[in-house]
């Protein structure tokens, strides 16, 4: 058993990146300033983060199945596994998105511009891509700390909390992760 003090860190530390990590990718984003990187290899990543997700995927459903069939031990696995590969694509999607422009969905000549003739050969599938990223977006940011207590209530054996987390957790993880695979194969077109 944990105690009270080291609880606390924990916790705190949970909240804390439940921030930081919404707030630091907005900004690496955002900021004009790229880093400049090696450009053949960061070029690659948008790829390898369609993997992960889709690799994320396959190890949430995985650990949904082991925990139903009740094999704690394949559903831990699988579940850390999750864990890892996301972390691994958060850190993927970071330095390409603070080394490189923004890809714009749509944009066949590749010059960074969406232009009106462009805009009118996608028709409704502009809204249905911007839907789809948004909503992903948005729900990425919002599981981090439901992941994090999920994982921390997991592994501190506090399994009544870790159920009720979950109950959130999981389904709004898949769902980032499957629309992170689905915005992949949307935008792959225009790298």
Known sequence: M?????ENNYLALIGILSVAIPVIVAVLMFSPTK????SDWVDFLPHLNGLINTATSFALI????????????YHKTAMLTAFVLGSIFLISYVIYHSSSASTIYGDVNGNGVLESVEAEQLGVMRMVYLGVLISHIILAAI???FVLFALYYALTDKLVKHRKVVRFAFP????????GVIVYLMISPYY
């Open 172 to 179: 709004i993880w898949l769902y980032v992760s499957i629309t």
């Open 62 to 73: 995985a650990g949904l199945i082991f925990i139903k069939q009740k094999k704690i031990k």
């Open 35 to 38: 880093l400049g990187l090696d």
């Open 143 to 145: 599981v981090v700390p």
């Open 2 to 6: 944990i105690n009270k003090a080291k």
